[in-house]
């Protein structure tokens, strides 16, 4: 294949991409109009295509970690347990977090219905930048990966300021408001269990500012025709300080441990959280941010996931290790920078595994 061959088809890719995003469809949308096979965007390199096996059965290996009495006796057991899996897996998930079932089943029912509304009205909010902080977007990395994800998402701004509310799609306006105080709550719980993890005092995460931008972004996984062909997500890590994740009973997120992956089996009721790439570098690289990916819908039913990003809400300020946990035997694993910085790098790359956090190393 000669040199002309190769950059016409860069510039066929480059149109297909340009026309799906200006459709405003997303995959629901293109699966809808009655597409059997995947368009060649969508198709990964056989790299990743040999890597993705259904993870082995492992029960238990992502704790579940049980919150309750977690102010009271059981706190310092409590905090033991979310360290270590923090230190270990980077991943675990929480029942008896305080958040009722029935607003667990409306939220995923509320972005759901969002998702399956007439492609009309989500096409209304179809943007990559959003001044009112609400955005319904497919591939929120379409034109930097080298393949898409079959996935569509719903964005929405919960913090420092929350999104233009009318703007929030009426469908799932009141659960997406309910779901961003439940955040709030149990996000304030966590960062206290993680600070003391650390040795540290239960309100320094929050004093630093780490719950409060947040974003939350609501994906729909249609079923995939060629589920061997493409992923739901690709493999990356999280950028900020926490992610705390609701998901419906269908399964397909898995994680890295050691070479493996593992899957993240649906616990009923439970949430899961993980530790993104800021967390790991204030901990001075004692809590792990891991690799994690969500495998292409095989089942006939879509599967929808609720994600809340937590980053410092101050991005002028100055990040890196704690002082408190950098000594002459430990010491400090990253640079300082500023949270401008480190998104500027965030969004100017494809979704690739821990290119980011290692840019930061000392
Ligand atoms: C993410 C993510 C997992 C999922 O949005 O960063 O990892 O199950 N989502 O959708
Ligand atoms: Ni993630």
């Known amino acids: 294949m000669g040199v002309t061959d190769t950059s016409e088809q860069a510039s066929d890719r480059a149109q297909e991409l340009r026309r799906f995003d200006e459709s405003k469809l997303g995959v629901k949308g293109l699966l809808d109009s009655g597409l059997t096979s995947l368009p060649s965007f969508f198709i990964h390199p056989p790299e990743t295509l040999s890597d993705l096996k259904p993870a082995r059965p492992t029960p238990g290996s992502i704790p579940t970690v049980d919150l309750s009495g977690c102010d009271s006796a059981r706190r310092p057991s409590v905090v033991k347990e979310v360290g270590r899996a923090a230190r270990e897996l980077g991943f675990f998930q929480v029942v008896n977090h305080g958040v009722p079932q029935e607003v667990l089943d409306r939220t995923v029912a509320a972005v759901k219905a969002f998702h399956e509304q007439p492609a009309e009205a989500k096409a209304r909010i179809y943007r990559r930048n959003s001044e009112t902080g609400v955005s319904f977007l497919s591939n929120v990395d379409l034109f930097l990966s080298k393949a898409a994800g079959w996935r569509d998402t719903l964005q929405v701004r919960l913090g420092p300021e929350l999104a233009d509310v009318e703007e929030i799609p009426e469908v799932c306006r009141n659960e997406v408001l ?81 070479d493996e992956w593992v899957d993240v089996t649906p616990v009923p009721g439970a949430l899961v959280i993980n530790i993104g790439d800021i967390l790991q570098i204030m901990s001075n690289d004692e809590y792990k941010s891991v690799d994690h990916r969500v495998l292409a819908n095989p089942s006939q039913e879509p599967r929808v996931s609720i994600a809340v990003f937590c980053n410092p809400g101050n991005r002028e300020n100055q990040f890196g290790p704690f002082p408190e946990l950098v000594s002459s035997d430990k010491p400090a694993a990253f640079r300082q920078f500023t949270l401008n910085e480190y998104l500027r790098r965030f969004f100017t790359k494809e979704l690739d595994g821990k290119s980011l956090i290692n840019y930061f190393r000392a």
């Not at 739901?232 to 419906?248: E, F, K, N, R, Y």
């Open 178 to 258: 309910e779901w961003n105080q439940q955040v709030q709550r149990l996000g304030g719980l966590l960062l206290g269990l993680l600070s003391e993890g650390l040795g540290l005092s239960p309100g320094k995460l929050q004093e630093l500012t780490c719950l409060d931008a947040r974003m939350m972004v609501g994906h729909y996984y249609p079923p995939c025709p060629q589920p061997n062909l493409t992923v739901g997500l690709t493999s990356h890590a999280d950028p900020g300080v926490i992610t705390v994740l609701l998901q419906d009973q269908v399964g397909g997120l898995q994680v890295k441990h050691g």
